[in-house]
């Protein structure tokens, strides 16, 4: 069962090396659960709710791949910007924050540089979602 998300959750890019945690910004009537504002799928804001994840390792990232290719292809991290542009995916079939998808625990968002970011923690264990 998925649980829904809130502003303290932990994040993890599939190409970052550091957590990060989600940043829920009140819009509208915000909810909250477990005493901290619930996210929804559209927090997916690059460094706004997204921060970066520590150094980015994906040689999508150009400035990785710039790195990586200086040092004679010895791969080369690079600091992380992550650009997300598409919402989380799935969204709870069922809770709707502001017309909105709440966002829970098996969502996903996609970074332009390839890499998946799950919700390694979702900041709360009290609430959970069908």
């Given at each position: 069962m998925a649980q829904l998300v809130v502003g303290t959750a932990q994040l993890m890019c599939s190409f970052g090396v550091a957590p990060a945690v989600l940043t829920v910004i009140p819009t509208g009537s915000p909810v909250q659960a477990g005493k901290q504002l619930a996210g929804t799928i559209?927090?997916?804001?690059p460094n706004a709710n997204i921060p970066p994840f520590g150094m980015c390792s994906s040689l999508a990232n150009p400035q990785v791949a710039s790195a990586t290719s200086a040092a004679s292809g010895v791969l080369t991290p690079q600091p992380c910007i992550p650009v997300t542009t598409s919402p989380w995916t799935p969204g709870s079939p069922t809770?709707?924050?502001?017309?909105?998808?709440?966002l829970?625990?098996?969502?996903?968002?996609?970074?332009?540089?390839?890499?998946t970011i799950t919700i390694s923690n979702p900041g709360q264990a009290t609430v959970s979602v069908p």
């Open positions: 559209m927090d997916h804001k809770v709707m924050i502001g017309n909105q998808p709440a829970t625990s098996s969502s996903t968002c996609m970074c332009t540089w390839g890499g």
